[in-house]
């Protein structure tokens, strides 16, 4: 069985700091990142990074403040979410696949979402 499991999602005031955390299970994965989806909009590709170093790619709306790492060993991936906004407000998922890429229908699992809610 493949499962991924979000956490560390919660509630922080504008400027503040996040750590989000999915611990994979069932197999490892190439390429790991992470996706949000706000209210009303369509789900956004955040940041994804290779099991092995160099490969590594961020959305522009994040690019400067969140940082992705892997730890292999324990098949889990981080976003460390710096500098945070209101507009980064979302529903944030995990998702696991092949060849790294920015497009949701490259990763074919995908874990239930934690909410990040930033207030101003």
């Known amino acids: 069985q493949v499962q991924l499991v979000e956490s560390g999602g919660g509630l922080v005031q504008a400027g503040g700091s996040l750590r989000l955390s999915c611990a994979a299970s069932?197999?490892?994965?190439?390429?790991m990142g992470w996706f949000r989806q706000a209210p009303g909009k369509e789900r956004e590709f955040v940041a994804a990074?290779?099991?092995?170093?160099?490969?590594?790619e961020y959305g522009d709306s994040v690019k400067g403040r969140f940082i992705i790492s892997r730890d292999i060993i324990e098949n889990t991936v981080y976003l460390q979410m710096n500098s945070l906004k209101p507009e980064d407000t979302a529903v944030y998922y995990c998702?696991?696949?092949?060849?790294?890429?920015?497009?949701?229908?490259?990763?074919?699992?995908w874990g239930q979402g934690t909410q990040v809610t930033v207030s101003s």
């Open positions: 998702a696991a696949g092949g060849t790294l890429v920015r497009l949701l229908t490259g990763y074919v699992y």
């Open positions: 990074k290779t099991w092995t170093g160099g490969g590594i």
């Open positions: 069932g197999r490892t994965f190439y390429t």
